[in-house]
């Protein structure tokens, strides 16, 4: 977790040294309420906020795929497709059942043009699935892939 100097001035404000501002500490909570905040920045498409956030909810608590799962798609989202891709595999080898980063795998490794990789996540997020919304997108997203 990173931390903010004691007294801090106007000049050591991330603001200040042309950096995106960030985000306050949770009052309380601690990972959980480090992800919620991650999920909200991420809703209001305030991405690089977003991955921050994540990445503190995975530091503060590196089993949770859930948090690691969020924080490899807001790293998609956010154009860093190595990072995306080393925090899904960790999502999957911490849950290899976690049907949604199994899909959201399959997203990273298609933008990367990796087909058979991405063919592969699809087909295992299909074995999981139970969503029938989420499976006609993946068939749909099948298809394409094998053009």
């Known amino acids: 977790v990173r931390t903010r100097p004691a007294q801090a001035t106007r000049a050591d404000t991330p603001a200040a040294q042309g950096m995106p501002p960030r985000p306050a ?4 909570g601690g990972a959980a309420a480090l992800n919620a905040q991650g999920e909200a920045l991420f809703e209001r ?14 530091e503060a608590a590196p ?3 859930y948090y690691r799962n969020n924080l490899g798609w807001a790293l998609y989202q956010a154009g860093d497709l190595q ?7 960790e999502t999957l080898r911490l849950e290899p059942r976690r049907a949604i980063a199994h899909a959201n795998l399959g997203e990273v490794r298609a933008a990367r043009g990796d087909t058979a990789g991405a ?3 699809y087909e295992r997020f299909l074995e999981l699935n139970t ?3 989420r ?6 997203k099948l298809r394409r892939l094998r053009g």
């Open 25 to 28: 500490p949770p009052a309380a």
């Open 45 to 58: 498409g305030e991405n690089t906020a977003a991955v921050a956030q994540f990445r503190r909810a995975v």
């Open 63 to 65: 089993a949770n795929a």
């Open 83 to 89: 990072g995306a891709t080393r925090e899904l595999e």
């Open 119 to 121: 063919i592969a996540a």
């Open 131 to 133: 969503d029938p919304r």
């Open 135 to 140: 499976a006609q997108i993946a068939r749909d």
